[in-house]
Nanobody
């Protein structure tokens, strides 16, 4: 059974940092793209970062313009965990953050469909 468990959210002051973790089970991490998404109250869900599966073209990682230079995604294939390091956090980063697994097996970028979702972790940036 495919499962994704997001954790690491919390309350942080503007300018602070958090590290989100997505623990994956039921599949091999590198075989599928993994994305981090967020949804703020009253707003649509948006993709903030993703990492492509093994064998895909390109550099393998992507960031939304709003987080580029502040967030960093990484994959620990031994622990089957994807991390999202979030630095220089802003109040507009406040949202529920979800990790998700891509649909296609190997060789796919991280801009395709996502079919498995974790339960979300709340990130609140406030003074």
């Amino acid at each position: 059974e495919v499962q994704l468990q997001a954790s690491g959210g919390g309350l942080v002051q503007p300018g602070g940092s958090l590290r989100l973790s997505c623990a994956a089970s039921g599949f091999t991490l590198g075989d599928y793209a993994i994305g981090w998404f967020r949804q703020a109250p009253g707003k649509e869900r948006e993709k903030v970062s993703c990492i492509s599966s093994t064998g895909s073209s390109g550099d393998g990682t992507w960031y939304a313009d709003s987080v580029k230079g502040r967030f960093a995604i990484s994959s620990d294939n031994v622990q089957n965990t994807v991390l999202l390091q979030m630095n220089s956090l802003k109040p507009e980063d406040t949202a529920v953050y979800y990790c998700a697994r891509g649909k296609m097996f190997r060789g796919s970028s991280c801009h395709g469909a996502y079919v498995y979702w974790g339960q979300g972790t709340q990130v609140t940036v406030s003074s």
